[in-house]
């Protein structure tokens, strides 16, 4: 069983929708990271989360340290929202990452 | 500010060669840490640098290796490549990866034919 596991692997949305994606681990860690690569292998940090809650614009990243589990949501979707979405733990030695979620955001 | 840069961007190498990657990082960043992706197993951690010393070293076998220089840039070499090397590599910079944001390149693309 992999250390971080995320679901679901692939999500298609129509613009405007709430999309959520779920992020569950099964080591300590010290934070865990939402990150975005679109096609051409760019990664860009979305969030870095030890505890509670952040927004940043249209982006909710929640995490729950005693359930060891963390979701990522977009609210109103856009096109340009298509991207693969990493969830990443560090376990303070490395980060270990998930297989990532594939999102396809349609007009 | 600039952001991490790495060179070169596209690569292709025959099996049994030696490749070196490289690594700028955002200025003042100390940690550098070096990734490998490809479609089967993803993303997996290579190793750490920070302050010129590794920190950290993934599962790895010993023909991937690296340093960091005193102005934080790193390097990474694969030596006797496989066709199994062939991967997306990228470098990620921060202050100090354990309590900051890190910052990814746009990779280098390794092809081992």
């Known amino acids: 069983k992999n250390e971080v596991e995320q679901s679901p692997q692939n999500l298609t949305a129509q613009e405007g929708e709430f999309i959520t994606i779920n992020c569950s681990y099964s080591v300590g860690i010290s934070a865990l990271h939402w990150l975005q690569q679109h096609p051409g292998g760019g990664i860009v940090s979305l969030f870095m989360?030890?505890?509670g809650k952040k927004k940043h614009g249209r982006l909710i990243a929640t995490i729950n340290i005693q359930e060891k589990h963390s979701s990522l949501h977009i609210t109103a979707s856009h096109p340009r929202d298509s991207a693969v979405y990493i969830c990443?733990?560090?376990?303070?030695?490395?980060?270990?990452f998930g297989t990532g979620t594939r999102l396809q955001v349609f007009p | 500010k600039a952001g991490v840069t790495q060179t070169p961007r596209y690569l292709i190498k025959t099996r049994g060669q030696q490749v070196t990657l490289s690594c700028s990082p955002i200025?003042?960043?100390?940690?550098v840490s070096w990734y490998q992706q490809t479609p089967g197993q993803g993303l997996q951690f290579l190793f750490e640098y920070f302050s010129e010393t590794q920190r950290n070293k993934g599962n790895f076998p010993g023909r991937f290796s690296g340093r960091q220089f005193s102005n934080s840039r790193s390097e990474m070499n694969v030596s006797t490549l496989e066709l199994g090397d062939s991967a997306l590599y990228l470098c990620?910079?921060?202050?100090?990866?354990?309590?900051?944001?890190?910052?990814f390149g746009e990779g280098s693309w390794l092809t081992v034919v």
């Open positions: 990443a733990v560090d376990n303070t030695d490395k980060l270990i």
């Open positions: 990620a910079s921060s202050r100090d990866r354990v309590r900051d944001t890190i910052y």
């Open positions: 200025s003042g960043h100390r940690s």
């Open positions: 989360l030890s505890s």
